[in-house]
């Protein structure tokens, strides 16, 4: 099962267009879009820029090391956990869902879970989130912050603030953002109130794509409005388009990754171990899976009858 299996990568906001949902696991982060799947060809022929393949049992790794936050820039971080929940979740209600894709999920989440209780708890203590707060901590005070969109990172920021200063969340998907706000206890701001972005001096964003959300004008205007003022932006690709930039209150996704980039000797030890620990997992649990594949296989195959 683990040897026909087929990685690809791609950078982040690629969307391949899927052939037969069912056929593929689609995990999207901030930093590629992974395409898991026992095709050849899982997705529409349209190109897209690829970064890596992988197959077999590299394939499993590069999954698990993922997972585990070692594929990350901010090494052994978490937060991709929840989003591969997330992905998990979806393909588990695709009604044509391949069953061999459905256990490898299964065994990679539980192999994860292993790697991280034994070798990197506390490593990613410093996420995204942490960071982006630790950044707020020393201006925002008693002001309100104005969360944008509604993915795992957004819950993880209003997690990171909600106890310290009043949340407002806006977000396009108007059902989560409710479902977030009734969860948190934070106050909403309707997508069709975006014009009153500019009234917030704090702002995190999380939300990513090819196009622009705020322009020039828009932070021309807020710099002018908010002397003591900061907006972190950790959407990928980002869809903040201005020349401003640290000096004048605006922190990118690239300032977060170089902060959390630096690591101590002893996480470089630890994460040294956990690699090696995957290699041994890898190697088991592609035994494991073989040899359960042979006993369906055995215990499906037609039976012979002797007249």
Not at 47 to 76: D, F, N, R
Not at 119 to 125: N, R
Not at 192 to 220: K, Q, Y
Request: glycine share 6%.
């Amino acid at each position: 099962m683990v040897m026909t299996l087929q990685l690809w990568n791609f950078p982040a906001g690629s969307t391949p267009s899927v052939a037969s949902l069912g056929t593929c696991f689609t995990l999207q982060t901030c930093q590629r879009t992974m395409v898991l799947s026992y095709q050849q060809l899982p997705f529409a022929s349209h190109p897209l820029p690829l970064h890596e393949k992988a197959e077999g049992q590299e394939a499993y790794l590069y999954m698990l090391e993922t997972i585990c936050g070692l594929k990350s820039k901010l090494v052994g971080e978490n937060e991709i956990v929840g989003q591969f929940k997330d992905a998990y979740k979806a393909f588990t209600t695709t009604e044509a869902r391949d069953s061999r894709l459905l256990l490898i999920l299964e065994k990679l989440f539980k192999d994860a879970k292993d790697i991280r209780t034994e070798h990197l708890i506390g490593i990613g203590q410093k996420t995204y989130a942490h960071l982006t707060r630790r950044h707020f901590s020393g201006k925002i005070k008693q002001s309100p912050i104005l969360i944008l969109g509604s993915g795992q990172l957004a819950e993880d920021l209003i997690n990171q603030f909600k106890k310290r200063t009043q949340v407002v969340l806006c977000a396009r998907n108007q059902g989560r953002a409710e479902e977030l706000a009734a969860i948190h206890g934070c106050t909403l701001l309707p997508w069709s109130e975006r014009s009153r972005w500019g009234e917030f001096a704090f702002i995190a964003n999380t939300i990513g794509f090819e196009g622009v959300l705020l322009d020039h004008d828009f932070f021309t205007a807020w710099a002018d409005r908010h002397e003591n003022r900061l907006i972190v932006d950790l959407g990928s690709p980002s869809c903040l388009h201005t020349s401003l930039g640290r000096d004048e209150g605006l922190l990118r996704l690239e300032d977060i990754f170089a902060e959390g980039a630096l690591m101590e000797d002893q996480k470089r030890a630890r994460v040294a171990l956990a690699r090696q620990a995957m290699l041994d997992i890898v190697e088991r649990r592609s035994r494991w899976l073989e040899e359960k594949h042979l006993k369906w296989q055995t215990a499906n195959a037609p039976k012979t009858v002797t007249v």
